[in-house]
């Protein structure tokens, strides 16, 4: 426990350095290229745009720095005296980029300010609010300034030399190879922004204004070992993992996101031995033909490690050299580590999640490494949970919709996993559930979404078959949706399915488990379901949560209590406050109740008014049953 607790410390350490600077990154790369460009020895010499480099290295970017850090402590405030603290720290060594010193002063100014507001909060008198603030921010920053001046300033110039000289020895001594050893397993445990624009980048741009140019920037930011890592799944690896590696390895060598490569490694922990050597043996290349940039390359992209390049010397055919020889070592050490494997087939899957709960969110690109392969021809859409009657269907109804608006022939349907049927083409799930329909349907194209109300999923999957869906789909769909599971509710539904004495208004709850039962019970007293479904619903939130975003939360039964369903209907709790829901506020429950899919048509509606954060908000403040469900009919 105290290791992890220690990763994650460092992780969120890093995560704040490495937040400092990549808001910023647009204007690094400005100044790498002018400084390309315009210097003396640049494409094209120009004394006078030359006069930008210095101003912009010394004054711009440390301030950039300082702001964003102090902003993150403490929002705009912060920012500001942040920025004030660390101009003391630029005069204070003007020899020397501050950008380290940005990093400490930007934040300390903000939590200095942020103190003294906690200290003042409630203690001000009306009218007195904007002079206190001016003057305290003035007051502070030009405190924090001068004594960034007298002492933080020269204290990180002399640090700042140390760990360049350290740099120069290792250069020197040929021993700078071997930081491979730290640094390719430290980017897999997401040390890698830290490491980049935490330490290197502010030694290399002081060493960029000695030399010219830092081999620094490419330690970390080389995309030759994880090209050859996917390489060798392109040609030796086995089942999804094979799969997804050639669309991996484009996002990952021009798209320039290295953490795609990631899950790949975790999956065969031997291909650590694959990124080090490839590391060490492209940091080698880069030493012995004299490599580097001008300025960081963030993020590690082909594209962007040429355009800051330096144009003298060989500087282009050492960072290209480098980048290969990487990527040929590594895909040499993964191929033989995958043709030694016995395994049938690559859990990508399983690596991916591995790789999310390492990192402590959810991975921008897992999706790419995990869902297969888009059909050519899509005629039909999946829609898949556990019971197959409440967020499936809510996700089923939006699509259908967005589906109908860009004139596409395509059957979207629900059900539960358990039926999932054979000739689903495009399956869509909660990402905890993605593996069980995956298992169940493993030739489908899978996506895992975290918020059926609105995820931002549907619009690329419609923009996918628009450009994909033929003409002869045409007449496939008028069929499909009249046999289609769960796809229409039963023409001889209910009309009781919603009535004003089951939506209950202002209510709280400590935990979501007793929103459940609360919503439940109210189910059972309106005759909808036996009192066994209600610990059937607390039994399906364990499964996966049911809140939906936007602040909507659809608590229902599991697939095996649907026999427990006397009738189709709903409950709607109205909790103004929000209850948690894994983290997620949600403020309107609506409890199910379905049988037969006599409750799709109105479910189908909710979903559709609730998939607009306006109309929920809404609801949150609607002061009557009837003032409630007339919003919820509105559509």
Not at 360 to 369: F, N, P, W
């Given at each position: 426990m105290?290791?992890?607790?220690?990763?994650?410390?460092?992780?969120?350490f890093?995560?704040f350095?490495?937040?400092m600077?990549l808001?910023?990154?647009?204007?690094?790369i400005?100044?790498?290229?002018?400084?390309?460009?315009?210097?003396?020895?640049?494409f094209?010499p120009?004394?006078?745009?030359?006069?930008?480099?210095g101003?912009?290295?010394?004054?711009?970017?440390p301030?950039l720095?300082?702001?964003?850090?102090?902003?993150l402590?403490?929002d705009?405030?912060g920012?500001v005296?942040?920025?004030?603290?660390t101009?003391?720290?630029?005069?204070?060594?003007?020899?020397?980029p501050?950008?380290?010193?940005a990093?400490?002063m930007?934040p300390l100014?903000a939590?200095?300010?942020?103190?003294?507001?906690g200290?003042i909060?409630g203690k001000?008198?009306?009218?007195?609010?904007?002079l206190?603030?001016?003057?305290?921010?003035g007051?502070?920053?030009?405190i924090?300034?001068?004594?960034?001046?007298?002492?933080?300033?020269p204290a990180?110039?002399?640090f700042?030399?140390?760990?360049?000289?350290?740099v120069?020895?290792?250069?020197?001594?040929?021993?700078?190879?071997?930081?491979?050893?730290?640094?390719e397993?430290?980017k897999?445990?997401f040390?890698?922004?830290?490491i980049?624009h935490g330490?290197l980048s502010?030694?290399?741009?002081?060493q960029?204004?000695q030399?010219g140019?830092s081999?620094?920037f490419?330690?970390?930011?080389?995309?030759?070992?994880?090209l050859g890592i996917?390489?060798a799944?392109?040609f030796?690896?086995?089942g999804?993992?094979?799969?997804?590696?050639?669309?991996?390895?484009?996002?990952?060598f021009?798209?320039?996101?290295h953490?795609?490569?990631?899950p790949?490694?975790?999956?065969?922990p031997?291909?650590?031995?694959s990124v080090i050597?490839?590391?060490?043996s492209?940091v080698?290349?880069l030493?012995l033909l004299?490599g580097g940039?001008?300025?960081?390359?963030?993020?590690g992209s082909?594209?962007a490690?040429?355009?800051v390049?330096p144009?003298?010397g060989?500087a282009?055919?050492?960072n290209?050299?480098?980048?290969?020889?990487?990527a040929?070592?590594?895909?040499?050490?993964?191929?033989i580590?995958l043709?030694?494997?016995?395994?049938?087939?690559e859990?990508?899957e399983?690596?991916t999640?591995?790789?999310?709960e390492?990192?402590g969110?959810?991975?921008?690109?897992?999706?790419?490494v995990?869902q297969g392969?888009?059909?050519?021809e899509?005629?039909?859409i999946?829609?898949?949970?556990?019971?197959?009657?409440?967020?499936s269907?809510?996700?089923?109804?939006?699509?259908r919709?967005?589906v109908?608006?860009?004139?596409?022939?395509?059957s979207?349907?629900?059900?539960s996993?358990s039926?999932?049927?054979?000739?689903?083409?495009?399956?869509?799930?909660?990402?905890?559930?993605?593996p069980?329909?995956?298992?169940?349907?493993?030739n489908?194209?899978?996506?895992?979404v975290?918020?059926?109300l609105?995820?931002p999923?549907y619009?690329?999957?419609?923009a996918s078959l628009?450009d994909g869906i033929?003409d002869?789909q045409a007449?496939?769909v008028e069929d499909?949706e009249?046999?289609?599971?769960?796809?229409e509710?039963?023409?001889?539904?209910?009309?009781?399915l919603l009535?004003?004495k089951?939506?209950?208004?202002?209510q709280?709850?400590?935990?979501?488990?007793?929103?459940?039962r609360?919503?439940?019970?109210?189910l059972?007293?309106?005759?909808?379901?036996?009192?066994?479904y209600?610990?059937?619903?607390?039994?399906?939130?364990?499964?996966t949560?049911?809140y939906?975003g936007?602040?909507?939360?659809?608590?229902h039964g599991?697939?095996d209590?649907?026999?427990?369903?006397i009738?189709?209907?709903?409950?709607?709790?109205?909790?103004p406050n929000?209850?948690?829901?894994?983290?997620?506020?949600?403020?309107?429950i609506?409890g199910?109740a379905?049988?037969d899919?006599t409750?799709l048509?109105?479910?189908?509606?909710i979903?559709v008014?609730c998939?607009?954060?306006?109309n929920?908000?809404?609801?949150?403040?609607?002061?009557?049953a009837?003032e409630?469900k007339?919003?919820?009919?509105?559509?």
């Amino acid at each position: 426990m105290a290791q992890s607790n220690m990763k994650v410390a460092v992780q969120k350490f890093g995560n704040f350095l490495s937040s400092m600077v990549l808001p910023n990154i647009g204007a690094f790369i400005a100044w790498g290229l002018i400084t390309a460009l315009f210097i003396p020895t640049g494409f094209f010499p120009n004394e006078s745009l030359a006069k930008l480099v210095g101003p912009m290295v010394t004054y711009l970017l440390p301030l950039l720095i300082g702001y964003t850090g102090g902003k993150l402590v403490h929002d705009q405030r912060g920012g500001v005296v942040g920025a004030i603290a660390t101009m003391g720290v630029i005069v204070g060594a003007p020899d020397t980029p501050m950008f380290l010193g940005a990093m400490v002063m930007g934040p300390l100014g903000a939590y200095v300010i942020k103190k003294f507001d906690g200290a003042i909060e409630g203690k001000i008198r009306a009218g007195f609010e904007m002079l206190v603030n001016n003057f305290s921010a003035g007051i502070l920053g030009g405190i924090l300034a001068i004594l960034a001046f007298l002492g933080v300033g020269p204290a990180v110039d002399a640090f700042t030399n140390l760990l360049v000289a350290g740099v120069d020895w290792l250069v020197a001594a040929g021993l700078l190879p071997l930081t491979s050893i730290l640094i390719e397993p430290a980017k897999i445990l997401f040390l890698n922004n830290a490491i980049n624009h935490g330490v290197l980048s502010p030694i290399g741009l002081e060493q960029v204004q000695q030399g010219g140019k830092s081999i620094l920037f490419l330690l970390e930011a080389n995309p030759g070992p994880g090209l050859g890592i996917l390489l060798a799944f392109m040609f030796f690896g086995k089942g999804t993992a094979k799969q997804s590696a050639p669309g991996a390895g484009i996002i990952h060598f021009f798209g320039g996101i290295h953490e795609i490569y990631f899950p790949y490694v975790l999956m065969k922990p031997m291909l650590f031995v694959s990124v080090i050597l490839g590391g060490m043996s492209g940091v080698f290349t880069l030493v012995l033909l004299g490599g580097g940039l001008v300025s960081p390359a963030s993020p590690g992209s082909i594209l962007a490690i040429t355009a800051v390049t330096p144009p003298e010397g060989m500087a282009y055919l050492a960072n290209f050299a480098a980048v290969l020889v990487a990527a040929v070592v590594s895909f040499i050490v993964s191929a033989i580590v995958l043709k030694s494997s016995k395994t049938t087939d690559e859990d990508i899957e399983g690596a991916t999640k591995k790789m999310q709960e390492m990192k402590g969110k959810k991975s921008s690109v897992a999706g790419q490494v995990s869902q297969g392969t888009m059909p050519e021809e899509v005629n039909k859409i999946v829609f898949a949970c556990d019971a197959g009657m409440g967020s499936s269907a809510m996700g089923a109804s939006l699509l259908r919709k967005k589906v109908k608006a860009a004139s596409l022939d395509v059957s979207v349907t629900n059900t539960s996993i358990s039926n999932l049927p054979s000739d689903a083409q495009v399956v869509i799930t909660q990402e905890e559930l993605t593996p069980r329909a995956k298992n169940k349907l493993p030739n489908a194209y899978h996506i895992s979404v975290d918020n059926f109300l609105s995820s931002p999923e549907y619009d690329k999957l419609i923009a996918s078959l628009q450009d994909g869906i033929t003409d002869e789909q045409a007449e496939f769909v008028e069929d499909a949706e009249e046999e289609a599971v769960n796809a229409e509710p039963n023409a001889d539904r209910d009309d009781d399915l919603l009535l004003e004495k089951n939506i209950f208004m202002n209510q709280s709850f400590a935990t979501k488990e007793e929103a459940i039962r609360f919503a439940g019970e109210a189910l059972v007293k309106a005759g909808y379901v036996e009192e066994s479904y209600v610990d059937a619903m607390i039994d399906r939130e364990g499964i996966t949560s049911t809140y939906m975003g936007n602040n909507v939360a659809i608590p229902h039964g599991t697939e095996d209590a649907k026999k427990a369903v006397i009738k189709s209907g709903f409950t709607v709790v109205q909790v103004p406050n929000g209850v948690d829901f894994n983290g997620e506020k949600a403020k309107m429950i609506f409890g199910i109740a379905g049988k037969d899919g006599t409750h799709l048509e109105i479910l189908s509606g909710i979903a559709v008014v609730c998939s607009e954060q306006e109309n929920v908000d809404r609801m949150v403040q609607a002061k009557s049953a009837k003032e409630l469900k007339d919003i919820i009919n509105s559509n």
